[in-house]
Structures are given as C-alpha cells and as structure tokens.
C-alpha cells in the first residue's frame, strides 16, 4: 500500500472550504454545521488500483496550509478549525477499505464512543447507540438527508448502499438537537456516499463460510458540471446457526450538478431485506422472520452567493414484515405484523456574514407517518396490504415544525457561538420546545485547543414505544417524550506523527423512555424512567507513519471510553437504556508486509453494563451479567494498480458472546474477495 496514502487517511484536521468535491461536512447537503477536532482525510484507496497516469499528492498541497486558516464546521455557519468546540470522528474511505469488516454496523464498532449491538451477521440488523444511549436516541442522516426511521430505531441503518459504496462516515457524538432538531438526543451520524471523479466502473465480490456471497457494482458518468453514480449492491448467507439466514439487495443512483451560480444534489434509492431473525425481539420464539423494504429519495439547491441559502426537501418510505412464526404457527396466531412508514421533510436554511460574526436562520418540516395492522389508533376503513392476505388496521401521524437561529463571533484565540432550536410536534403537546445551547473554544497554543458545549435535546417515542402489542410486549400510548441537558469538554492535541484528544461529559436526562418489566411480569412494557444521569471520559490517539519509509508501522489507533449511569431506584428490569457500554477499548494497527501486501488488525474490547434474563428449556430463568469480552478481527490485503484481493477474518478468537440478551452471535468468519476498479 502507498505510504502517501496511509499519511493522508489518518492526517489531523483536514477539511476545505466549500467541501465542494467531496461532500466532506457531516450536514453539508443541509448546511448544518459540526465540529471536527480530528478529522482523518485520505485519498480514496482506488487511488491506487485506477488506470490514471499520474497520482497527485493531494496532501500534500493541503498540509502546507495554516490549519488555523482551514474551514471545519462546529455550529451552523462554516468556522476554522482554532474555533471548533465539538468532536466528530470521521472514518475516511481508505480506512474502510482496510478494515476487516464488510458493513458499515460492524464498520462503526471500532469506534470507543459507538456502542453496536447486533442482532445477526453482517449487519443484519444491528442497534446503534453514542455515550450510553440507546438505539432510538440517534439521527442517521445519507448525505445529510435525516432517514431515522419512526416506526423504530431497528430500521434506522436499512439504507440502499453498501459498504463499498460509502466514501466517509462521520459520527457526532453527544446531543445536537439545537443543531439538527429532535431525535439527535445522544449524536447524529452521517453516511457519504462515493462521489468520483472522472468516468469509472467498478466491481467487487466476495465470498465466505456460513454460505456467504457478497457482489457490488458500480459506474460513474463525468459530463462536467454533472455528475452521475449508479450502484448495486446483492448479498446473501445460509446463516451460522439456525434461522439466522439472510439475502439483501440494493440500488442507488446520485447526481451532483455544480454551476456558477447554484449546485444541485439529487439522490434515489431502494433495498430489499429479508433474514431469519432467531430470537430477535424475544427468545420464547426463536423461529422469527422478517423482511424489510426502503425507498428514498432527495433534492438540495444551494446558492453559491455572497447571501448563502440552501434548501432540500426529502422523502423516505419504509415496509416491514415481521413474522413470529416463519413457518407453522398455532391456532392463536391470526397473522404477521405489517408495517408502512413515510419520512418526508423540507427544509429552508441560509447564513450571513456581518461586522457582528456569522448569523445563520432557517425552518424546517418534518411529516411521520405510520399504517399497520398493529401500531397507531384505529382506522374508520381497513386499507389493504399490497400484496399480501391482510389489512392495516391502525394508523398515526405527527407534524414536526422547526425553527432556528444562531449567531457565532471570532476572535485570534476565543470563539464563541450560541444559538437556539424551537419546536414544536402535533400529538404530543401544544408546547413549543425550545433548544439553546453554546458552544465556546480556547486555543491558547496552534498544537493545544480547549473545547466545551453545553445542548439540550429531546426525543418523540417511536410508534413501536407508543403501540406495539405482542404476547411478550406492551407499548404504552401515554408516554411523554424524553429531554435532556448536556455538557461536555476537552481537550485536542494534533502534531506532526501523533494526534489524538480527550473528552469529559455529563447529561442529566427525565422522562427516559425503556422497555422494562417487574421479575414477576411476563411481559415487557414501555415507561419513562424517571431520571437518569450519564457521565464519562473518553480519549482517541492516533500515530501516522509520516514518511518513514523504513518503519513497517503505517499507523496505530489506540481509543477508551468509560460511561457511567445514575438512575433512581426502581424494582423495573430493563431492556434497554440501563444495558449500555461501561468500559469499551479499542485499537487498530497497520502495517506493512512485503511489497504491495500489507495488513490491518483491531481488538475490540467491552465490558457492559446491566443484565439480561437467560432463556433455559423454554423458560426464563435468572438475570445474567454481560459478560466482558474482546474480539479480534483481522485483513490482509494485496494493492495492484488494476485490482485488490484480500483475505479477512472476524472473531479470530472465535469468541463467544452476546450483545444483546439471549441472542448469540457468530464465532470466527472467514472472507475473500477480489475488486476491480477502471477508470
């Protein structure tokens, strides 16, 4: 692998003013703003397997410049990089393509502040949480276009591309509501799709145990100022246990059109899912099924003036068929759960610069919408299901207005930025919700800057909280939504080999919102906890191997994060809030072989809060602890100009654990495959 490469993807703070090419700023698309403190930018691998006649160190133009001088985004206007008061971490493209993983779900848990819990393999289904919160507590945006599902956070990472197809992904870690509205309780994260440049054609396939076959397809049109990126995605395993089979398959198409005067981004999308789900929502019924469809699509404008106006307007639609008995089933059992969700939205936002600092206005609306035969109040008229033997019954809707405002002023040293969320959302109260928050940096050295964020943010129950009925399930339509008040700070270093930084934070958060249940209860059902208290310590250090060429090392990631909960006291066992990371650790390490050959390897290492009701000889029996565990996962890779081949492996140890309550996960999987990249 090119050393210049593996300088550049894990380089510190490194971004570009209009983020024009490359779509780098995690709500660009929607000219929302986020802190970057250490950003790793690379050239995409491809770099290396293209047909192009000579690479350009890109890099190297960009690390001559004043970083001081280089625009990140921290709030909802672009700031420098000595004005930022928030993290982000950011995985590039040619750090996904050495990571022995080939899903963005098990991409994400080689970060120390993102808690995975997987249901199945290869990201079948997997519940994503940040500092300790839970999976419905996180916005999930593609190309800055929110796709959070309101059904449930289950189905917030069914998105219509693959792994191959992603060129970053940025995660915000801690609560933005003041930033993106409500549902961005413990962070956001971002997903960027490949933008070439250039005409290009692509393919990749891969093949494993367990029955695993994986093939992607991909081309890029260049006619200038436009710009199209069609791909598909088809994989598919026999499963490592019983009923843990899965297929899936995806098209995407995006256009960027880039004009003097304005820009356009357009983006459509579809995948289609279905999988055995053994023991996923509860172990009494290992036989589980469920199948799942998602159309997509979005526009943005941006104006390229001196008055900066950007506005997009989305649309999302999601089907789910879930199926608690795949095969026979007992008289009781009337019919499967169907399920259709829309996401539609439209947003109008601009910033302007003054002798006053940078001001920044806009409005949002969001529209969430549910039919089903079991979430949501009755229906005067049964709708039939396309397609199937049934009818929805139940249906729900809510209106979501947003409006915001936020001023930032900068001086040589200090930045300060504050600014305020109002909201409002039909069926929960006639109340405006207002989100303020500030956002303050110090950076009395150019290697050493001091950050701190004080937010408060709100999440709405999904329909699943407020509706679902099932024989060991119970929503409750009377929940409230949850809040919470936040603070963070820290600490950023960045040299020439070794960069990295330091986070403290505290949320104080009421009305929580968990599935929970009595020992002497059967069934578990949706409450809001009263209070709880999270608290933790984080830190993130990364060695490059800047030019070294003797040194075999490329790079070292070394990252911890420790979380704490503080709930009132309660008799309630739970499903979900209190069984968050306590001790997670992580590190990755690179380096060379022989020649083109080259390899990565990571140690994954938590230590879990809660526990969870074992399910023995069709019964529940006693609360087990989560047991600690670490897993190593492992990639080898050979770089020629035209193609890659590479072998990988996860859970080398063949260790096993449970993520989530009684649901197993699979031993040690072995991978190869073959890319061919032309253009």
């Given at each position: 692998m090119n050393k210049d490469y593996l300088n550049a993807f894990s380089k510190p703070i490194v971004t570009?003013?209009?983020?024009?090419?490359?779509?780098?700023?995690?709500?660009?698309?929607?000219?929302?703003?986020?802190?970057?403190?250490?950003?790793?930018?690379?050239?995409?691998?491809?770099?290396?397997?293209?047909?192009?006649?000579?690479?350009?160190?890109?890099?190297?133009?960009?690390?001559?410049?004043?970083?001081?001088?280089?625009?990140?985004?921290?709030?909802?206007?672009?700031?420098?990089?000595?004005?930022?008061?928030?993290?982000?971490?950011?995985i590039e493209r040619a750090e996904i393509e050495k990571a022995p993983v080939e899903s963005i779900q098990e991409l994400l848990e080689f970060l120390p502040g993102v808690d995975v819990r997987k249901r199945g393999g290869e990201g079948v289904q997997a519940d994503i949480g940040i500092r300790g919160g839970s999976f419905d507590q996180l916005l999930i945006l593609l190309n800055g276009i929110n796709i959070t599902d309101p059904q449930t956070g289950h189905h917030n990472l069914n998105l219509p591309v693959s792994l191959q197809q992603i060129q970053r992904i940025e995660v915000l870690q801690g609560s933005a509501s003041r930033v993106f509205g409500a549902n961005a309780f413990s962070g956001a994260i971002n997903i960027i799709t490949h933008q070439p440049d250039g005409n290009e054609a692509s393919i990749s396939a891969s093949a494993g145990n367990f029955g695993y076959r994986n093939l992607d397809v991909s081309g890029a049109l260049d006619k200038g100022a436009v710009k199209h990126y069609l791909a598909a995605n088809a994989k598919k395993s026999d499963g490592y246990i019983d009923n843990t089979d899965f297929e899936r398959s995806n098209l995407f198409y995006q256009l960027?059109?880039?004009?003097?005067?304005?820009?356009?981004?357009?983006?459509?999308?579809?995948?289609?899912?279905?999988?055995?789900?053994?023991?996923?929502?509860?172990?009494?019924?290992?036989?589980?099924?469920?199948?799942?469809?998602?159309?997509?699509?979005?526009?943005?404008?941006?104006s390229m003036s001196k008055f900066h106006v950007s506005s997009s307007v989305y649309w999302r639609r999601h089907y789910d068929r879930f199926e608690l008995f795949r095969n026979e089933a007992p008289?009781?059992?009337?019919?499967?759960?169907?399920?259709?969700?829309?996401?539609?939205?439209?947003?109008?936002?601009?910033?302007v610069e003054t002798v006053f600092g940078k001001s920044a206005f806009g409005v949002e609306?969001?529209?969430?919408?549910i039919k089903s035969n079991v979430l949501g109040e009755p229906l005067d008229k049964p709708i039939d299901v396309n397609g199937a033997d049934a009818q929805y019954l139940f249906s729900d809707s809510r209106n979501i207005y947003s409006a915001y405002f936020e001023q930032s002023y900068h001086s040589s040293n200090w930045s300060i930025a504050a600014g305020i969320m109002a909201n409002k959302i039909s069926g929960s109260n006639e109340e405006i919700n207002f989100f303020p928050g500030m956002d303050i940096s110090f950076s009395p050295l150019k290697q050493i800057g001091l950050y701190a964020s004080i937010s408060k943010s709100l999440r709405m129950p999904t329909f699943t909280d407020l509706y679902y009925s099932g024989p060991t399930n119970m929503g409750n339509p009377n929940l409230e939504p949850e809040t919470t008040s936040s603070i963070e700070g820290g600490l950023k270093l960045?040299?020439?080999?070794?960069?990295?930084?330091?986070?403290?934070?505290?949320?104080?958060?009421k009305n929580v919102i968990d599935w929970v249940r009595l020992v002497s209860e059967d069934k578990w059902h949706t409450e809001n906890l009263t209070k709880l208290k999270r608290a933790g310590i984080g830190f993130n250090f990364h060695y490059i191997n800047n030019g070294y060429s003797g040194n075999p090392i490329e790079?070292?990631?070394?990252?911890?994060?420790?979380?704490?909960?503080?709930?009132?006291?309660?008799?309630?066992?739970?499903?979900?809030?209190?069984?968050?990371?306590?001790?997670?650790?992580?590190?990755?390490?690179?380096?060379?072989?022989?020649?083109?050959?080259?390899?990565?390897?990571?140690?994954?290492?938590?230590?879990?809060?809660?526990?969870?009701?074992?399910?023995?000889?069709?019964?529940?029996?006693s609360e087990k602890e989560y047991k600690p565990f670490a897993l190593l996962n492992g990639k080898i890779v050979y770089q020629h100009p035209f193609f890659n081949v590479f072998v990988s492996a996860s859970n080398l140890l063949d260790k096993k654990y449970f993520d989530i309550g009684n649901v197993r996960q699979p031993g040690i999987w072995i991978k190869t495959g073959l890319g061919i990249t032309i253009k």
């Open positions: 570009f003013r209009q983020w024009g090419r490359k779509g780098y700023s995690i709500f660009t698309t929607l000219n929302k703003v986020v802190a970057i403190a250490f950003l790793a930018i690379s050239y995409h691998v491809s770099a290396e397997t293209l047909v192009s006649p000579v690479p350009v160190d890109t890099t190297q133009v960009v690390f001559e410049l004043d970083l001081d001088e280089i625009e990140v985004n921290a709030q909802r206007v672009p700031v420098t990089y000595s004005q930022v008061a928030r993290i982000v971490s950011v960027n059109a880039g004009f003097t005067k304005h820009k356009l981004a357009f983006q459509a999308g579809f995948t289609d899912k279905g999988f055995g789900a053994n023991s996923f929502y509860t172990p009494v019924y290992p036989k589980q099924y469920e199948e799942v469809k998602t159309y997509l699509t979005s526009l943005k404008w941006q008289s009781w059992y009337k019919s499967h759960n169907y399920h259709r969700t829309d996401a539609a939205g439209a947003n109008l936002n601009s910033w609306y969001r529209l969430e919408h960045k040299g020439k080999d070794i960069f990295g930084n330091i986070t403290v934070y505290h949320s104080s958060a790079r070292i990631v070394i990252g911890y994060q420790y979380n704490t909960l503080d709930v009132n006291e309660n008799n309630y066992i739970s499903n979900y809030t209190l069984d968050n990371l306590k001790h997670k650790f992580t590190a990755t390490l690179a380096h060379k072989i022989i020649g083109k050959l080259s390899a990565s390897w990571t140690l994954v290492f938590q230590d879990r809060n809660g526990a969870y009701t074992e399910y023995l000889d069709d019964s529940y029996g």
